[in-house]
């Protein structure tokens, strides 16, 4: 079965800077899609950014950025210029490609502190 | 558009009690489905759809039972709600197949459900 892992329950981060999040994955499958949601207090999930594991070019969101690394099975987050708003819980999920279940395996979690 | 709708938002029960979530989504999606999240455990597949008619089980079936009569509407139903049905439910929907962004999940605000 598919596993997700986030290492950082907790990470913080001033005002404008930058920071990553980390998750790593275990699939034994070659062709599957990656994910970033984000959950705000307000509790709506909210996806942040998508990356197909055929397409070698890390995908790009404004200020959001991934680190795919296929081999090693890791996909880390990477936010720029943090802002106040950017708080909240991370979660990196996977799902296959194919077929109709369209399951996502989520991680655990990281809640991102911004700081004024 | 109104996306995917949820209710009700908040719910107390007591333990042995019966209750329906309601999801209904207006983009004309094929798949539907319902996740569970619970603190530290990220968020599990309860049960999906992939059109009317056609329901399947995920990670976390027991207790629960769906159906989905239309394409529009796929209800929760928990038949003797326990303690361990505490959680906060997401009803999340996309599109079947296609490229591109097209079958990426949308999810409801969630609805938060207490058992006594």
Known sequence: AQTVTQSQPEMSVQEAE???LSCTYDTSESDYYLFWYKQPPSRQMILVIRQEAYKQQNATENRFSVNFQKAAKSFSLKISDSQLGDAAM???AYRESGGSNYKLTFGKGTLL???P | NA???QTPKFQVLKTGQSMTLQCAQDMNHEYMSWYRQDPGMGLRLIHYSVGAGITDQGEVPNG???SRSTTEDFPLRLLSAAPSQTSVYFCASSYLGGVGGANVLTFGAGSRLTVL
């Open chain 1, 113 to 115: 502190t911004v700081n």
């Open chain 1, 90 to 92: 991370y979660f990196c």
């Open chain 2, 64 to 66: 629960y039972n769906v």
């Open chain 2, 3 to 5: 996306g995917v709708t």
């Open chain 1, 18 to 20: 930058t920071v990553t």
